[in-house]
């Protein structure tokens, strides 16, 4: 792709064109643009109430199916029992089964106990008892059929969740700091921030056919606890000389098989002014983004091409209508972002995140969890981007028996640093994309490690994802070990496996940037191998690490030598 661009209302003439609305009009270059113009997204609801519930799988137009549903947070899941080895080789209407994921949008992590329980209901009565904590705050659940849709949005919808464009191509879910508004050391609460986008934009016509996903996230905490980086945009809080406590705005980042992290524009955004910072970015993205090769269609592919110059220039004169002020960078991290463990709220209660294994918990798990926070004292939480839960309010003599209670769900508040640092996407359980098994390899895993690093003195937590594809719903390339899911040839036999990532992450309390992984040329290992490969890499780790100078696992993997990785 070209680095330079003309001014952004000209095509170029040496190139295809894009399919850039504002710049080659708004004629559909593909299949899929073409019925996201026909009929939008947003329009399929009332067909799922009154049309496709009442006449089932068997009675849903397939555009709606593979397209449309996508804005309500429905996909259909894989069939059971089609190995990995076949994903690439079957149509979709091969691989799935007449049963959906449902995703359930929850903007900033924030949930009470009553709408827990409502999720925890559904799942039990609709879902199988599955639950999932995604990384990127939401709610998944598993073996929803169509017909039970209008009931299940009936509940949502009365305790204030849904699942409007929680997937397709639109605004998706708003990622928030887990501990805004409670966290004694916080910069700002973002909440009102949050609630202004969501509520103004999402379901909003003008923005429900974007050219693909659109990422955000919003944090207050000096921790940086969103994963900005990693967003289509992003605003961190800073301290601004001049202006006070505001944001910094990041845009462009994405992972997937093309990875880049986001950049700084370098302006200050005032909280008063971070909703139209964000539609004009939105609107951007919309107006200028890629969209004849879907490949290509994500933000980050026209940030590279603009520059943030470039970028911000459109942004304040096309969009906003005015120069928005420089700004600083926010100071690099000096907390942990996934906030484990017992901390003191500003009101002089407490906070307790706790991790399940992987993300993975149940309808029942969630209903005692309810029961368990109001019994002390509580009626809310929060959900985080690294697949855990902040239980909040808690009063400080109540602490210990919170703690010993969530124990008993297998939430814990004081987990090994493996499993608080281990996440996995769906996998081939449920995933029509993924080609091999996740949570139950990761949850075996972390399960063995704890006995085998037992013996050990791990300097941090170790973050370990795993993915089942070469996609990166489970951010392989920012983790000290990625995990990502392909067919792998071990001793001559083909074998679900994982190519391996060494050495990424975001800004933390351990590194002041963010960086991506390391490949290692032949580095593979089998999918029943991951723990046999983490004990050897920690250990060798362990055994060479400059420990004078605090070094790292991920500083460490970036200047070892491969056979040191192998």
């Not at 270059?29 to 109430?49: C, M, P, S, Y």
């Not at 049963?99 to 949930?111: K, N």
């Not at 949005?153 to 639109?170: F, K, S």
């Not at 307790?352 to 029942?364: D, M, N």
Request: charged fraction near 25%.
């Amino acid at each position: 792709m070209s680095e330079t661009v003309q001014s952004p209302g000209t095509r170029r003439a040496s190139s295809k064109p894009n399919g850039q609305w504002k710049i080659d009009g708004t004629t559909p270059l593909n299949a899929n643009e073409e019925w996201k113009q026909e009929d939008g997204g947003l329009a399929v609801r009332e067909r799922i109430e009154n049309v496709y519930a009442e006449g089932g799988f068997a009675s849903i137009d397939k555009t709606d199916l593979h397209g449309r549903f996508r804005w309500w947070g429905l996909y259909t899941q894989r069939k059971p029992g089609i190995d990995g080895g076949r994903t690439a080789t079957l149509e979709p209407h091969e691989l799935e089964d007449e049963y959906f994921m449902l995703r359930v949008r929850i903007d900033g992590g924030q949930l009470t106990t009553e709408q827990l329980r409502v999720i925890a209901g559904i799942s039990e009565e609709f879902g199988r008892d599955t639950a999932d904590l995604t990384d990127r705050q939401n709610i998944q659940l598993h073996w929803i059929q169509v017909e039970a849709m209008p009931e299940i949005w009936r509940r949502l919808e009365g305790v204030g969740l849904g699942t409007t464009e929680a997937c397709g191509d639109v605004p998706r879910v708003v990622l928030g700091s887990p501990v805004a508004g409670i966290a004694a050391d916080e910069l700002i609460d973002p909440t009102p921030q949050i609630d202004e986008i969501t509520s103004r934009f999402i379901g909003d016509e003008s923005l429900a056919n974007l050219p693909r996903k659109f990422k955000s996230a919003i944090t207050g905490h000096p921790s940086q606890d969103v994963v900005h980086e990693i967003n289509d945009v992003a605003f961190v809080a800073v301290e601004h000389p001049e202006h006070g406590i505001g944001y910094d705005l990041w845009v462009g980042g994405g992972l997937s098989t093309a990875p880049r992290l986001a950049e700084r524009l370098g302006v200050f955004v005032a909280p008063e002014r971070v909703a139209e910072a964000w539609h004009g970015v939105a609107q951007i993205f919309r107006d200028y983004g890629y969209r004849r090769l879907r490949n290509k269609a994500r933000l980050k592919f026209l940030l590279a091409e603009w520059g943030p110059a470039r970028f911000r220039e459109v942004l304040e004169t096309e969009y906003l209508g005015y120069a928005l002020p420089d700004g600083p960078a926010a100071p690099a991290p000096l907390t942990a972002g996934d906030h484990v463990g017992v901390h003191r709220q500003k009101d002089g209660r407490f906070y307790v995140g706790v991790t399940p294994i992987v993300g993975r918990v149940s309808g029942p798990i969630l209903s005692r969890l309810a029961d368990l926070i109001e019994a002390h004292g509580s009626t809310r939480l929060r959900t985080t981007p690294h697949q855990k839960l902040v239980i909040l309010d808690i009063p400080e003599d109540k602490v210990e028996s919170l703690i010993a209670g969530l124990d008993e769900l297998g939430l814990s508040a004081r987990p090994s640093l493996i499993r608080r640092g281990t996440i996995a996407c769906t996998g081939i359980e449920f995933c029509k994309l993924a080609i091999v098994e996740t949570k139950a390899n990761a949850t075996a895993a972390v399960l063995d490690l704890e006995e085998r690093l037992a013996d050990l003195d791990l300097p941090h937590p170790l973050s370990l994802h795993v993915n089942g594809c070469p996609n990166s719903c489970a951010r392989i390339q920012t983790a000290d070990i990625g995990l990502k899911g392909q067919l792998v040839t071990i001793d001559g036999e083909q074998v679900p496996g994982y190519q391996v990532h060494l050495g990424g992450g975001l800004a933390s309390q351990d590194r002041d940037e963010a960086g991506l992984g390391r490949t290692v040329r032949g580095l593979k290992v089998a999918a029943d191998g991951i723990a046999d490969y983490t004990e050897r890499v920690v250990r060798r780790f362990l055994a060479e690490r400059d420990a004078a100078t605090d070094e790292t696992f991920a500083q460490w993997a970036h200047r070892a030598e491969e056979e040191a990785l192998q």
